[in-house]
């Protein structure tokens, strides 16, 4: 009888054990549970360095660009633009100015995004508004451009809103640093600690938009990857996944003993300036966006 007993209070046990998983699970799947293990946003005002902010109607709300020119965009009307998505802890206040000035002299105007619920774009930071945000950025960069190449461009996080951008609308090249496969990368890396159940949840909940080894093999404009050898947070062989599966011809550089964001050295500076001087020679007309934002590339 008391090892009878015994086992119903170990069934009991083991039921209640498996209520309050199943609760946890349904929890993360229904509270938003990626978006606050992906997204890190912050809202503080911040100086963008003489940057220009563009507001673009979003969602019911409005989503908040930055864009600032380059040194030969000053004294010319842009030639190229490049429309820019940062990592999910960043802001574009931060970057814009900085990323316009590397281009030097060649005539180029950046417009770097603030994603749903940073910076000042309105509404909850949330993957599922990520994809459908950087096509509102590029429908009215692609006004502004009127005809004239357009680059992506993304860090982390937002190479995937870069490389799906690329494969929905008109784009001549693309610039992507450390960039994750995310799903697999959730999975696969940060899947350990918690016997992998909750990491494919969370996968799962990283719009397919967003799936990088889905995308680059889609994409064939020429690009350049830049790669941190040391990266703490996307590992090199999540980032070589990526690179291996785009369809474009590419020029990789490798950042030797960078984390994931560390600056470049000087000496790795000019290596990037002639990644951009190779790339801006391989932009060509049949590859710029009109106005409506329409995909015309060819195929």
Do not use: C
Not at 28 to 43: K, N
Not at 137 to 144: D, I, N, P, V
């Amino acid at each position: 009888m008391h090892a009878i007993m015994e086992l119903r209070r170990l069934g009991r046990r083991i039921f209640l054990s498996l209520i309050a998983v199943g609760l946890v699970l349904a929890l993360m799947m229904l509270g938003g549970f990626a978006d606050r293990m992906v997204l890190y946003p912050s809202t503080q005002p911040e100086d963008a360095m003489g940057a220009a902010r563009v507001e673009v109607p979003f969602g019911g709300g409005r989503l908040e660009i930055w864009t600032a020119r380059s040194r030969g965009a000053r004294k010319r009307e842009p030639e190229r633009y490049v429309l820019s998505f940062e990592g999910n802890a960043s802001r574009a206040e931060w970057m814009v100015t900085s990323d316009a000035l590397q281009w030097k002299d060649r005539p180029v105007e950046q417009w770097t995004v603030n994603y749903p619920g940073y910076g000042g774009s309105t509404g909850p930071a949330r993957l599922a508004l990520l994809p459908h945000a950087a096509l509102a950025a590029y429908g009215e960069l692609a006004k502004r451009a009127a005809g004239r190449p357009i680059l992506a461009s993304g860090t982390s996080l937002g190479t995937s809103l870069a490389l799906y951008v690329a494969t929905e609308r008109p784009v001549a090249g693309l610039i992507l640093k450390n960039p994750p496969p995310l799903q697999n990368l959730i999975v696969s890396h940060y899947g350990w600690w918690s016997l992998w159940l909750p990491a494919w949840l969370v996968a799962r909940q990283v719009p397919i938009e967003m799936n990088s080894l889905r995308n680059a093999p889609r994409v064939r404009v020429p690009a350049v990857f830049v790669l941190s050898e040391l990266d703490e947070v996307v590992p090199p062989k999540y980032q070589k996944k990526v690179v291996d599966a785009y369809a474009g011809e590419k020029r990789i550089l490798s950042l030797k003993g960078a984390t994931h964001n560390a600056l470049m050295s000087e000496a790795r500076q000019k290596e990037f300036e002639a990644d951009l001087a190779w790339l801006w020679e391989r932009l060509t007309p049949s590859v710029a966006a009109d106005p409506s934002g329409s995909k015309s590339k060819e195929e």
